[in-house]
């Protein structure tokens, strides 16, 4: 099934509406969506209503920052309801800091001569609860610091860089028990982004596993087809199930288009089968 579970919208740090993706997502051939912006559940209920519009199946879904092991990671969570007060809280907490970190990028950035950042990035912002690090991206593109986005996290927006400050976000117990207490599953997003060793890897696994943690992103924009290969295994190791998603962020700036992904290996249970009365 073309199932795109994992992209983003200007309530975060995409730059389209859920509207407009929905529409986009019906073009590229999908058949069942989940909008998943960072740390927020504030476009579901109009992505909901975008995908009824299309006659596109939905997903709810978020995408959470937690921090393992001193590194952030990313958890997915798919099929909950939007509305459970104590997700809807810990979202918000999580959400809560961002904008002093992002002073902080700025004054980082101020000291090797890029001035008033934090302004800059507030004009691509669409939630003013979500500045993320990608604002700021688009910002140094905008003002031509940098070429491309990609090129501003490398130079000033990654750990030792001029605008990194780094960040206490969610734990990951939390983060899993609020998806899953609101009825959802949670996934690991994108595994192969993080710098771990494979004893933290294989901890990052086994807590997540312990906390209700059930399945883990196989096929993903973020994954090279070696990548794909190799989480696909670490599924089946971890009798996780397995989850697809492009992480559309921009036309612009995205690798790889909503709904234009591999299918999922087919040895894999994907993680639509443990939703399939969640769809709306
Ligand atoms: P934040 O939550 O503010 O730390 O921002 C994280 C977001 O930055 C991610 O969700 C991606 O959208 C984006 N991002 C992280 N690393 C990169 C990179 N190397 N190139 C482009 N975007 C990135
Ligand atoms: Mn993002
Ligand atoms: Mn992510
Ligand atoms: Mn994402």
Known sequence: MNADLHCHSVISDGTLTPEALAERAKANGVELWALTDH??????DRALAA????GLPYLTGTEISVTFAHQTVHIVGLGFDPHNSALVAGLRRTRGGRSERAQEMSD???????????????????????????HFARHLVETGVCSDTSEVFRKYLTEGKPGYVPHRWARLQEAVQWITEAGGIAVIAHPARYGFTPNEEYA????????????VEVITGSHSSQEAVRYAETALEFDLVASRGSDF????E???????LP??????????????????
Do not use: M
């Open 39 to 44: 740390d927020e559940v504030g476009g579901q």
């Open 51 to 54: 995908a009824r519009a299309q």
């Open 108 to 134: 980082g950035l101020a000291k090797v001569g890029i001035k008033n950042a934090y302004e800059g990035a507030l004009h691509y912002v669409g939630n003013p609860e979500l500045i993320s690090r990608t």
């Open 204 to 215: 990052l696994f086994s807590e997540f596993k312990a906390h209700g943690g059930r399945g």
């Open 249 to 252: 962020h921009s036309p612009e």
């Open 254 to 260: 995205s690798r790889i288009d909503l709904g234009t």
């Open 263 to 280: 299918l999922l290996p087919g040895q894999l249970t994907p993680v639509w089968d443990l939703l399939a009365d969640r769809i709306q």
